[in-house]
C-alpha cells in the first residue's frame, strides 16, 4: 500500500528549531516531486516548500530563509529555524505523481512559550 509516513513535530519555543520527515512507501513508480504543506486552525492548507527529485527547491515566501527542505531519494525532510507562532499548524507531506497526489498523515507543530 502505498502510504506517506512522517515523524517529528511537537512543541517548540519561538527561535527554536525543529525537523520533519516523510518516508514514501509502496509506490510503483519514483515520486518526482515531494513537499510539505501546512493547515492552521480556520485557515486553509498551504504550500509551505517543495523539491523535486533532482533537488530543486521550492518556498513559500513566509518561510524563506528559515526553512530548508532536502530529500534523499523517496524520504524528504524539512528544517524549520527561527520558528515563529505563525508557524503552528499541521504539517502534511505531499508527493505526486502528475495529476496523483498522496499525503502524510499530518504532524502538528505548535511554537508557543
Known amino acids: 500500500q502505498a502510504q506517506l509516513v512522517e515523524s517529528g513535530g511537537g512543541l517548540v519555543q519561538p527561535g527554536e528549531s525543529q525537523r520533519l520527515s516523510c518516508t514514501a512507501s509502496?509506490?510503483?513508480?519514483?515520486?518526482?516531486?515531494m513537499g510539505w504543506y501546512r493547515q492552521a486552525p480556520g485557515k486553509p492548507r498551504e504550500l509551505v516548500a517543495t523539491?523535486?527529485?533532482?533537488?530543486a527547491p521550492d518556498y513559500a515566501d513566509s518561510v524563506k530563509g528559515r526553512f530548508t527542505i532536502s530529500r534523499v531519494k523517496n524520504t524528504v525532510f524539512l528544517q524549520m529555524n527561527s520558528l515563529k507562532p505563525e508557524d503552528t499548524a499541521v504539517y502534511y507531506c505531499?508527493?505526486?505523481?502528475?495529476?496523483?497526489?498522496?499525503w502524510g498523515q499530518g504532524t502538528q507543530v505548535t511554537v508557543s512559550s
Open positions: 523539491i523535486t527529485s533532482s533537488g
Open positions: 505531499n508527493g505526486n505523481l502528475g495529476p496523483v497526489n498522496y
Open positions: 509502496g509506490f510503483t513508480f519514483s515520486i518526482n516531486r
